[in-house]
């Protein structure tokens, strides 16, 4: 389930789609009814499940966009619902695209207040540019008590250049590594190394454990504009 939850995580923060007719934003897509397919594997290679993005409307200089995740054998597990908005040279997404669906599923029937820090992706990246943390608290009600929980991605960079081949294609990529810390009830992190390139977006994703051990990948496998 962890695992889980940290994909949710990794693929909203670096979800896109197609090339944009909005001009405001380099790497998510600003037109309706764009749609991504990330497959997502084990540190085996095994399939883990399929993410689909989709961009629902847009309105202006905000997008609305909608993750659905599925299991592996295409059971149904969660869908979220945020907003992108172009901000300066650049987009803001919504903090609450950070908390997992599976989270969201877990605590339903419960009151969740949530604040937070956008999560901001400029238009023009370059090597050894860092960029803004992003941050969500939650508090889950379940009267009379008070649960607290948060997300950090932190330690956020760009490494350097690479192409990467997937099953969509092949492309050049800027390569964006980040950490991700849990706090729910214990402390959990993991460091996750991003492909992104300019009109397509996420290519894959790498996502590793405090050893530094490989603990799941996810690549683009399908679009559709």
Partial sequence: MKLKIYLTIV???????????NNCSTYYPFKKGVEVEITNYDKKGKNSGVVS???????GN???FVTNMKDEKGKHIS????NVECINDG??????????GDILKQYKDMEINMTGTNLSIPNKLSTG???PNAKVNMEIIISPIKMKSSIDIIDRMVEGKEAITTPAGTFDCIVIT??????MGIKTSMTSK????AGIGMVKTENFNKKGKLIGYSVLTNLKN
């Fill in 11 to 21: 693929l909203v923060l670096t979800f896109i789609g197609a090339k944009s007719q």
């Fill in 53 to 59: 993005h989709l961009v629902k409307d847009v309105k």
């Fill in 62 to 64: 905000v997008a609305v």
């Fill in 79 to 82: 869908e979220i619902e945020y």
């Fill in 91 to 100: 987009v803001s997404v919504d903090f609450k695209s950070l908390i997992s």
């Fill in 129 to 131: 540019q860092k960029l």
């Fill in 178 to 183: 980040n950490k991700t810390e849990m706090k």
């Fill in 194 to 197: 991003q492909w992104l390139s």
